[in-house]
């Protein structure tokens, strides 16, 4: 048998660390002197020892670690729960690095109050388009939200598409519609020449918009306050006012997201 001190060494742990898991009932030793009360443990007790560790460390309290561990967990379902808490971790850093590229997108447009280039913003006819269209919903209407959304989406459509045997016509087009709770349903749209049917995606008609308008943006849509903002500034100066959120037509989208040329399109009326 090992002293706490030896199996805290062989365990990679700290000896005040074992007599919390022994105090709590997580980790009993294998023997206790009834006259010294120290602690001795075995070395196949460092196997339950790495399952706390590793439960631990995903994430779980004490208490959820030992219900799970009374389970009697495998490795192969330890090996699932580290898969799936990669997972939410890399969604979760994607996430901070949209919010934190949106928040250096306002703060660029900050910098250019004053110098919106209304000048750019153009009156256009948007005529009624046939597309497939996949959608989902989103938590609001922030490019946090909208971004681990609809690049998915599009994925997925152009895979579907693809099995179908149906062609695209023309470029992508992304537009959104409020929900109640807050909430926005996301569509991503692909212009096609094709009849509604069953292909596992919707085949309908965006409505044309008869006056819209429409502004190119240069880079990551996360980028585009400022894009928004001289549209803002070019409808409120010309007695117009929105009545939906803008569509988003992907005219360019290389890899390199700074490099995406997308037009914004916004249906108006006059006030």
Same mark, same amino acid.
């Given at each position: ?23 709590? /009932? ?30 631990? +460390? ?96 599009? +994925? ?8 179908? /045997? ?13 929900? +109640? +709770? /807050? ?16 292909? /596992? ?71």
């Amino acid at each position: 048998m090992f002293s706490i001190g030896e199996f805290a060494r062989l365990g990679l742990v700290s000896v005040r660390m074992l007599r919390h898991y022994d105090a709590i /009932g997580l980790l009993r030793p294998a023997h206790v002197d009834p006259v010294s009360g120290y602690r001795s443990y075995q070395a196949d007790q460092l196997a339950r020892l790495n399952r706390i560790i590793a439960v631990k +460390d995903l994430g779980f309290t004490l208490e959820q670690v030992g219900a799970l561990l009374d389970e009697k967990i495998s490795v192969a379902e330890l090996h699932g729960m580290v898969r799936l808490r990669r997972a939410e971790l890399e969604a979760r850093i994607s996430a901070d690095l949209a919010r934190l590229r949106s928040v250096e997108a306002r703060l660029r447009t900050i910098e250019t109050e004053g110098r919106m280039r209304t000048a750019e913003v153009v009156l256009k006819s948007v005529p009624r388009t046939r597309v497939a269209q996949l959608a989902a919903r989103a938590a609001g209407y922030a490019p946090e939200h909208i971004a681990p959304v609809i690049s998915p989406l599009f +994925d997925e459509l152009c895979g579907r598409l693809e099995s179908a /045997g149906i062609r695209i016509a023309g470029p992508g087009i992304a537009h959104y519609l409020h929900e +109640d +709770d /807050g909430s926005v349903m996301v569509h991503a749209c692909l212009p096609v020449n094709a009849e509604p049917g069953p292909h /596992g995606f919707d085949v309908v008609d965006l409505p044309a918009m008869e006056t819209a308008g429409a502004i190119i943006h240069h880079g990551a849509m996360d980028a585009a306050w400022s894009t928004f903002q001289a549209l803002a500034h070019w409808i409120e100066e010309n007695d117009y006012r929105s009545t939906a959120l803008a569509r988003e037509i992907s005219l360019h989208v290389p890899p390199d997201r700074d490099a995406w040329v997308t037009e914004l399109q916004i249906a108006v009326t006059a006030c």
